[in-house]
Protein backbone atom coordinates (compact mmCIF):
# COMPACT_ATOMS: atom_id res chain seq x y z
CA UNK A 1 0.00 0.00 0.00
CA UNK A 2 1.70 3.03 -0.88
CA UNK A 3 0.86 5.36 1.69
CA UNK A 4 -2.13 6.82 2.69
CA UNK A 5 -3.69 10.39 3.31
CA UNK A 6 -5.29 11.14 6.68
CA UNK A 7 -5.75 14.18 6.70
CA UNK A 8 -7.88 14.64 3.24
CA UNK A 9 -11.73 13.79 2.73
CA UNK A 10 -13.20 13.84 -0.34
CA UNK A 11 -16.93 15.46 -0.29
CA UNK A 12 -19.42 12.83 -0.53
CA UNK A 13 -23.06 14.01 -1.41
CA UNK A 14 -25.92 12.88 0.65
CA UNK A 15 -28.22 11.53 -1.97
CA UNK A 16 -31.74 12.97 -1.84
CA UNK A 17 -33.46 9.90 -3.28
CA UNK A 18 -32.79 6.00 -2.58
CA UNK A 19 -29.45 5.19 -1.58
CA UNK A 20 -27.79 4.39 -4.54
CA UNK A 21 -25.53 1.84 -2.79
CA UNK A 22 -28.90 -0.55 -1.78
CA UNK A 23 -29.24 -2.05 -5.28
CA UNK A 24 -25.57 -2.95 -5.71
CA UNK A 25 -25.94 -4.76 -2.28
CA UNK A 26 -29.36 -6.42 -2.99
CA UNK A 27 -27.66 -7.89 -6.57
CA UNK A 28 -24.57 -8.85 -4.91
CA UNK A 29 -22.71 -7.31 -7.70
CA UNK A 30 -18.80 -6.67 -7.01
CA UNK A 31 -17.02 -4.43 -9.45
CA UNK A 32 -19.17 -1.61 -11.55
CA UNK A 33 -18.37 1.21 -13.41
CA UNK A 34 -19.86 4.46 -13.46
CA UNK A 35 -20.11 6.62 -16.59
CA UNK A 36 -22.36 9.04 -18.36
CA UNK A 37 -23.18 10.01 -22.13
CA UNK A 38 -21.10 13.00 -22.47
CA UNK A 39 -18.68 14.99 -19.80
CA UNK A 40 -19.79 16.91 -16.61
CA UNK A 41 -22.70 14.84 -15.56
CA UNK A 42 -21.55 14.31 -12.00
CA UNK A 43 -19.62 10.72 -12.35
CA UNK A 44 -16.65 11.35 -10.25
CA UNK A 45 -19.15 12.69 -7.43
CA UNK A 46 -21.20 10.13 -7.98
CA UNK A 47 -18.41 7.17 -7.84
CA UNK A 48 -17.44 8.97 -4.39
CA UNK A 49 -20.69 8.45 -3.43
CA UNK A 50 -21.22 5.05 -4.02
CA UNK A 51 -17.81 3.92 -2.76
CA UNK A 52 -18.75 5.80 0.28
CA UNK A 53 -21.97 4.00 1.02
CA UNK A 54 -20.52 0.76 0.08
CA UNK A 55 -18.17 1.37 2.56
CA UNK A 56 -20.85 2.32 5.44
CA UNK A 57 -23.09 -0.69 4.68
CA UNK A 58 -20.74 -3.79 4.17
CA UNK A 59 -18.18 -5.76 6.63
CA UNK A 60 -15.15 -6.13 3.53
CA UNK A 61 -13.10 -3.42 1.68
CA UNK A 62 -14.02 -1.39 -0.78
CA UNK A 63 -11.86 0.07 -3.55
CA UNK A 64 -12.28 3.65 -5.57
CA UNK A 65 -10.70 2.97 -9.18
CA UNK A 66 -9.70 6.47 -10.86
CA UNK A 67 -10.29 5.64 -14.85
CA UNK A 68 -11.35 9.02 -15.48
CA UNK A 69 -8.63 11.62 -17.47
CA UNK A 70 -10.80 14.71 -16.16
CA UNK A 71 -8.91 17.94 -14.51
CA UNK A 72 -11.63 17.50 -11.53
CA UNK A 73 -10.65 14.05 -10.99
CA UNK A 74 -10.07 11.85 -7.65
CA UNK A 75 -6.40 11.54 -8.63
CA UNK A 76 -6.34 15.38 -9.59
CA UNK A 77 -8.20 16.46 -6.23
CA UNK A 78 -5.94 14.67 -4.10
CA UNK A 79 -2.67 15.76 -6.01
CA UNK A 80 -1.71 12.12 -6.99
CA UNK A 81 -0.84 13.10 -10.58
CA UNK A 82 2.73 11.84 -10.62
CA UNK A 83 1.84 8.14 -8.46
CA UNK A 84 1.73 4.90 -10.84
CA UNK A 85 -1.89 4.01 -10.78
CA UNK A 86 -4.75 2.19 -12.75
CA UNK A 87 -2.96 2.56 -16.29
CA UNK A 88 0.13 1.71 -15.05
CA UNK A 89 -1.46 -1.50 -13.88
CA UNK A 90 -3.46 -1.93 -16.82
CA UNK A 91 -0.91 -1.90 -19.12
CA UNK A 92 1.67 -4.20 -17.46
CA UNK A 93 4.31 -1.26 -16.95
CA UNK A 94 3.60 -2.17 -13.03
CA UNK A 95 2.83 -5.49 -11.36
CA UNK A 96 2.97 -4.59 -7.59
CA UNK A 97 -0.36 -3.66 -6.92
CA UNK A 98 0.65 -2.38 -3.33
CA UNK A 99 2.75 0.04 -4.78
CA UNK A 100 -0.09 1.77 -6.40
CA UNK A 101 -2.84 1.85 -4.15
CA UNK A 102 -3.56 5.02 -1.54
CA UNK A 103 -5.94 4.54 1.76
CA UNK A 104 -8.08 6.87 2.27
CA UNK A 105 -9.00 6.78 6.20
CA UNK A 106 -11.14 9.64 6.44
CA UNK A 107 -13.79 7.90 3.57
CA UNK A 108 -13.30 4.40 4.73
CA UNK A 109 -12.28 3.34 0.82
CA UNK A 110 -9.17 2.93 -0.67
CA UNK A 111 -8.24 4.31 -3.94
CA UNK A 112 -6.38 3.31 -7.09
CA UNK A 113 -5.29 7.00 -8.91
CA UNK A 114 -5.58 7.01 -12.85
CA UNK A 115 -1.52 6.57 -13.34
CA UNK A 116 0.55 7.13 -16.19
CA UNK A 117 -1.17 7.36 -19.55
CA UNK A 118 1.20 5.35 -22.39
CA UNK A 119 2.01 6.97 -25.68
CA UNK A 120 0.69 3.87 -26.95
CA UNK A 121 -2.77 4.98 -28.62
CA UNK A 122 -4.27 1.50 -28.98
CA UNK A 123 -6.13 1.50 -25.91
CA UNK A 124 -6.05 -0.93 -22.47
CA UNK A 125 -5.44 -4.44 -23.23
CA UNK A 126 -8.42 -6.24 -22.66
CA UNK A 127 -6.72 -9.54 -21.37
CA UNK A 128 -4.27 -7.38 -18.70
CA UNK A 129 -7.85 -5.33 -17.50
CA UNK A 130 -9.58 -8.70 -16.93
CA UNK A 131 -6.88 -10.00 -14.96
CA UNK A 132 -6.20 -6.79 -13.01
CA UNK A 133 -9.61 -7.10 -11.93
CA UNK A 134 -9.59 -10.28 -10.95
CA UNK A 135 -7.18 -9.45 -8.68
CA UNK A 136 -8.54 -6.85 -7.01
CA UNK A 137 -11.66 -8.26 -6.61
CA UNK A 138 -10.14 -11.09 -4.61
CA UNK A 139 -8.86 -8.24 -2.30
CA UNK A 140 -12.13 -5.89 -2.17
CA UNK A 141 -15.79 -7.17 -1.43
CA UNK A 142 -16.42 -4.05 -3.85
CA UNK A 143 -14.62 -2.39 -6.33
CA UNK A 144 -15.89 0.83 -8.17
CA UNK A 145 -14.91 2.67 -10.87
CA UNK A 146 -15.20 6.47 -12.16
CA UNK A 147 -15.04 6.05 -15.92
CA UNK A 148 -15.00 8.46 -18.82
CA UNK A 149 -18.14 9.31 -20.42
CA UNK A 150 -19.08 6.75 -23.36
CA UNK A 151 -18.95 9.25 -26.19
CA UNK A 152 -15.08 10.74 -24.58
CA UNK A 153 -13.44 7.51 -23.28
CA UNK A 154 -11.84 4.99 -25.72
CA UNK A 155 -11.36 2.65 -23.01
CA UNK A 156 -14.83 3.11 -21.62
CA UNK A 157 -16.38 0.42 -23.89
CA UNK A 158 -14.05 -1.98 -22.90
CA UNK A 159 -13.85 -1.87 -19.14
CA UNK A 160 -17.75 -1.66 -18.97
CA UNK A 161 -17.70 -5.37 -21.30
CA UNK A 162 -15.87 -6.53 -18.30
CA UNK A 163 -17.40 -5.58 -15.10
CA UNK A 164 -20.15 -6.84 -13.35
CA UNK A 165 -22.40 -3.84 -13.52
CA UNK A 166 -22.25 -0.23 -15.51
CA UNK A 167 -24.41 2.14 -14.06
CA UNK A 168 -25.24 4.97 -16.31
CA UNK A 169 -24.94 8.67 -14.47
CA UNK A 170 -27.83 11.11 -16.24
CA UNK A 171 -27.62 15.08 -15.79
CA UNK A 172 -30.88 16.65 -15.27
CA UNK A 173 -31.94 19.18 -17.80
CA UNK A 174 -28.80 18.84 -19.97
CA UNK A 175 -28.39 14.92 -20.70
CA UNK A 176 -30.77 14.47 -23.59
CA UNK A 177 -32.76 11.46 -23.42
CA UNK A 178 -31.72 10.15 -27.07
CA UNK A 179 -28.28 10.58 -26.11
CA UNK A 180 -28.63 8.83 -22.76
CA UNK A 181 -30.40 5.98 -24.43
CA UNK A 182 -27.69 6.07 -27.12
CA UNK A 183 -25.22 5.28 -24.83
CA UNK A 184 -26.74 3.12 -23.10
CA UNK A 185 -27.10 0.73 -26.31
CA UNK A 186 -23.58 1.59 -27.27
CA UNK A 187 -22.84 -0.21 -23.79
CA UNK A 188 -25.27 -3.14 -24.63
CA UNK A 189 -23.49 -3.67 -27.70
CA UNK A 190 -20.02 -3.94 -26.14
CA UNK A 191 -21.58 -6.45 -23.90
CA UNK A 192 -22.31 -4.49 -20.64
CA UNK A 193 -24.51 -5.31 -18.01
CA UNK A 194 -26.25 -1.99 -17.29
CA UNK A 195 -27.67 -1.86 -14.02
CA UNK A 196 -29.32 0.86 -14.03
CA UNK A 197 -29.04 4.69 -14.01
CA UNK A 198 -28.08 7.69 -11.42
CA UNK A 199 -30.35 11.15 -12.21
CA UNK A 200 -27.96 13.87 -11.03
CA UNK A 201 -28.34 17.40 -9.76
CA UNK A 202 -31.99 17.29 -10.16
CA UNK A 203 -33.81 20.33 -9.60
CA UNK A 204 -37.02 21.15 -7.46
CA UNK A 205 -39.26 24.04 -8.44
CA UNK A 206 -41.15 23.00 -5.36
CA UNK A 207 -40.17 22.04 -2.01
CA UNK A 208 -38.90 18.52 -1.85
CA UNK A 209 -41.22 17.63 0.78
CA UNK A 210 -44.42 18.51 -1.46
CA UNK A 211 -42.45 15.79 -3.94
CA UNK A 212 -41.98 13.41 -1.24
CA UNK A 213 -45.51 13.65 -0.67
CA UNK A 214 -47.23 13.45 -4.38
Not at 116 to 127: A, H, I, M, N, P
Amino acid sequence: MDGSLPTIRLDVTTPSEINIASTVLDQQQQVLLLTSANKGCGVTTSAITMAHQLASACTGKVLLIDASLSANSVTCQLGLQERPGFLDLAAGHITALDDCLTELPANSFDLLPLGQRSSDSRGLSTEQLRQLLAQLSERYRFVVIDGEAVYTGGDTLTIGSLVDGVILVVRAEETRWEVAQAAAQRLALAGAKLMGSVFNARKYYMPKWVYDHL
